[in-house]
């Protein structure tokens, strides 16, 4: 990955040991050196954490795409004492998969560190390429739900108790504010950084960056040497949670501090979701999670079936 850290003048200092200051944090109003970067980061992580209450001897399951973010996680929760293991779904786009599967794979060879590869094709039927051409709807909301099943199942499989992902302060802002936006109220009641297991069916699934934006963690990546995936998805194009977080980055220029305001001031009047809040139901199709008689994935199976012979398949976005 480029150097993307904007060099400081030579008598920039850092505001907490004064030794040279290497990066600038604008909604922080403050400045670092390397090392007490690092331990900002170290910090955000450790304090997410220890909101979700999660035991330090709990395996924890990484969701890890080869990009900054869940490289940036891995690595924090190995330097906070976390025992973890890694999973890698690799969703068949060309070139950008096999990238992506490539950065996990370096980055879990430096650090001894163990990790499973699922394919979609082979646990789904279709990759996103596939996908893409049978159904006529925006592909990151069908990526997204197909994700989010897969990882379910998988870590299920696989015995784990806790799903930690990598979506960052600025994922989880924009999220807020696109449902904000669309008057969703159903979902942000939803939104929380931590869900608890639903038991026998669903692990509980955390989200320990999200203290931390998204240019912090490029900036980390680069002081902590790790190599992810650079490129952004190819599909990616026209994403509407892209527009929205564009948005989001405008104010932030303007106004530093916006995102953590926004997205904390929401926090502070939600409490973690208790599992015996979680309503969830069995999809009468494959039996999984659902919040309605058919789960999403169901739906999205159906459209390709009736789509196999080569028709796309209209469809409503979620
Ligand atoms: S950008 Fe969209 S298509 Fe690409 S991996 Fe993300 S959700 Fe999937
Ligand atoms: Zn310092
Ligand atoms: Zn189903």
């Avoid at 990066?23 to 909101?51: D, Q, W, Y």
């Avoid at 996103?128 to 989010?148: D, V």
């Avoid at 799903?163 to 999220?175: I, P």
Wanted: aromatic content about 8%; hydrophobic content about 35%.
């Amino acid at each position: 990955m480029e150097n993307v850290i904007p060099k400081l003048p030579e008598e920039a200092k850092c505001k907490k040991c004064r030794a040279r200051g290497v990066i600038r944090l604008p909604s922080h109003n403050t400045i670092f050196c390397r090392e007490c970067f690092i331990a900002f980061c170290e910090n955000g992580v450790a304090r997410a954490m220890k909101k979700f209450d999660i035991p330090k001897g709990t395996e924890l399951l990484v969701a890890v795409s080869g990009g900054k973010d869940s490289l940036a996680l891995w690595d924090l929760l190995n330097r906070l004492g976390y025992a973890t293991r890694g999973i890698h779904l690799d969703l068949g786009i060309e070139v950008f998969s096999e990238a992506s599967c490539d950065a996990v794979s370096d980055f879990a060879a430096l650090r001894g560190l163990s990790w499973t590869r699922y394919s979609l094709k082979e646990n789904f039927g279709w990759n996103i390429e596939e996908i893409r051409f049978r159904i006529r709807r925006a592909i990151c909301s069908i990526c997204g739900t197909i994700k989010r099943q897969m990882l379910n199942r998988l870590a299920m499989k696989e015995g784990c108790e806790f799903l930690v992902s990598g979506h960052n302060l600025d994922d989880e802002a924009g999220r807020l504010l696109g449902n904000t936006l669309r008057h969703r109220t159903q979902y942000i009641e939803k939104q929380y950084p931590f869900l608890p297991a639903v038991p026998g069916m669903m692990p509980a699934k955390a989200k320990p960056l999200y203290r931390l934006e998204s240019h912090e963690l490029r900036a980390y990546c680069c002081f902590a040497s790790i190599r992810p995936h650079g490129e952004r998805c190819p599909l990616s194009r026209g994403a509407t949670s892209h527009i929205v977080k564009d948005a989001l980055d405008v104010l932030e220029q303007k106004m530093p501090g916006t995102k953590r305001d926004f997205y904390f001031t929401y926090l502070k009047n939600r409490q973690a979701p208790r599992s015996e809040e979680r309503e969830i139901a069995i999809c009468k199709t494959c039996g999984e999670p659902a919040y309605m008689e058919t789960c999403s994935v169901c739906t999205i199976r159906a459209q390709l079936l009736a789509g196999r012979d080569g028709g796309r398949v209209e469809g409503e976005d979620a």
